[in-house]
């Protein structure tokens, strides 16, 4: 018996890209919908999405991006399973977004409920399971540190805006039902500024993607 590695085609390496690029639609939701607002403002009426709908949209496209990612990943990146909690947050927060959707209630005006706030939680968890994605990439062939170090810090202040986030949220609760007025500066924060810069790491990483010509999955063959 004899095994060989065999070369990753061009199919391959543009699945991979693809993937990371669909991965940064919900870091990028906010800065879409501005622009999808600047270029046409009744676009989102005429489609009759509301944000909670703009953001499931989002995040079913990362969600089958980090899917497309992990299939392709298992063959080239020995630290593939790194991308997994990812892939199951971003499924979570879709099954949670239509939770929201199906009561009937807007996310950012309306009394904040259990559903709501997962919403908050599962975005915030986004970034640091994004620097395990990238930590997934490390020296396969590029150094990830300026993703790393970049994803490591969004994820530092994701957690603290997080903490901030629940305690607006409490602290409105006990003062009667809280509402998204309690902690909207903390998520227009991570929502204009952090998750975008995360999302231009996906985006450049998309671009400039490279392979090391192999898999990891050998192919074995008999020979007698």
């Known amino acids: ?36 607002s600047y270029i046409r403002y ?25 899917v497309l ?15 997994v909690p990812l892939s199951i947050s971003l499924f979570i927060l879709v099954i949670v977004n239509f939770w929201v959707i199906f009561s009937g209630r807007e996310l950012l005006s309306d009394h904040i409920g259990i559903a709501e706030t997962l919403v908050m939680l599962f975005m915030a968890l986004l970034s640091p399971f ?6 997934s990439m490390n020296r396969h062939p590029d150094s990830m540190n300026a993703y790393l170090a970049v994803s490591s810090v969004a994820s530092m202040l994701s957690m603290l805006l997080l903490f901030f986030t ?3 949220l409490s602290h409105a609760l006990s ?3 809280p509402t998204f007025d309690a902690v909207v500066a903390f998520q227009a924060f991570y929502w204009l500024i952090v998750m975008p810069v995360i999302g231009i790491c996906f985006l450049v990483r998309a671009i400039t993607y490279r392979n090391s010509g192999i898999v990891l999955n050998p192919v074995t063959i008999g020979s007698t």
Do not use: C, H, Q
């Open 42 to 66: 009744s676009l989102i009426t005429t489609l009759n999405l509301s944000f909670i709908d703009f953001i499931n949209l989002m995040s079913i496209i990362s969600f089958l991006g980090s």
């Open 175 to 177: 003062r009667g039902g």
């Open 69 to 83: 990612f992990l299939v392709e990943a298992r063959k080239v990146l020995p630290r593939w399973y790194l991308a």
């Open 130 to 135: 994004s620097a395990l994605v990238f930590l």
């Open 1 to 36: 018996m004899k095994t060989f590695v065999v070369e990753i085609y061009g199919d391959d390496l543009m699945r991979i890209k693809i993937a990371l690029a669909l991965m940064s639609a919900i870091f990028m939701m906010y800065w879409a919908l501005m622009l999808i």
């Open 166 to 168: 629940l305690s607006g």
